[in-house]
């Protein structure tokens, strides 16, 4: 792909059909899931003092509904409309019917959450944020993200362990994040600024998703450009780890 067009932001909109986002909790496994975070997120919000979230990649609802489960104020978003729709099902599902879901672009939060600071803390989690191939989409994003947060509110991002993935190639323990038994992933395609991943389905059924790789350093360095400070990072949920062992990189940064 390299000197062809950089994909559109917007892309993932087409790619998250109906088909797949009907099949994405079998891609998570929610227990699994459950079980590998052992409380890691819920830890890094109650030592914020965090209580009233902001999830804007929710998804079909994991995190949304796990942490309000968990005695959160939560609320969820997601930029395509068929994940807000799943998402809404699966707390109803639940017995929380009243969690507020909200179609909501990343670099437009402002709009569908009107009148500033508001959150102790918004979570873009699931790798979404390297749907957004732009960097001034990436920059305005997380400053809408920072006008949003409470002083001394703090944002959570996590994105695969890209810098292993272009320096040493894709390989995946199969731990952590994407634990569904009856599903693959791998690249289709991998260069400097676009990678795109295949996953596959044990009925023979496949989907795609086109993402930008995002380097560790390159992430902090637009927290940081964004107004946050004090980033710190985690590999595989471990403050301490090998630079290319994880498969996933966390990345927690405070507004001032």
């Known amino acids: 792909m390299q000197g062809d067009p950089k994909p559109s932001s917007k892309l993932f909109l087409e790619q998250y059909t109906p088909a797949f986002v009907g099949r994405w909790d079998e891609l998570i496994d929610w227990e699994g899931r459950r079980k590998s975070e052992n409380g890691f997120f819920e830890r890094i919000l109650s030592d914020a003092g965090a209580h009233k979230v902001l999830d804007i990649a929710c998804g079909t609802g994991y995190h949304t509904i796990s942490l309000s489960l968990n005695g959160f104020d939560v609320t969820g978003a997601d930029g395509s409309a068929s994940m807000v729709a799943q998402a809404r099902e699966n707390a109803k599902r639940q017995g929380l019917e009243k969690i507020r879901f909200e179609v909501a672009e990343w670099a437009n939060l402002i709009e569908p959450f009107p009148g500033g600071a508001q959150f102790d803390a918004i979570i873009c989690l699931g790798n979404a944020f390297t749907h957004l191939f732009e960097e001034d989409e990436r920059n305005r994003s997380l400053l809408e993200v920072r006008k949003l947060l409470k002083p001394g509110g703090i944002a959570i991002v996590d994105q695969r362990n890209y810098d292993a993935v272009l320096d040493k190639g894709f390989s995946s323990k199969h731990e952590h994040y994407y634990l569904g038994d009856s599903v693959g992933v791998r690249p289709a395609s991998v260069e400097q600024d676009v990678i795109e991943l295949e996953y596959h389905y044990s009925d023979g059924e496949t989907h795609s998703l086109t993402l930008f790789p995002l380097r560790q350093e ?36 405070k507004k001032a």
Do not use: C, M, W
């Open 218 to 253: 390159h992430l902090t360095n637009l927290l940081k450009h964004a107004g946050f400070e004090s980033v710190v990072r985690f590999g595989d949920f471990e403050k301490d780890y090998d630079f290319y062992e994880p498969d996933f990189i966390v990345q927690v940064a």
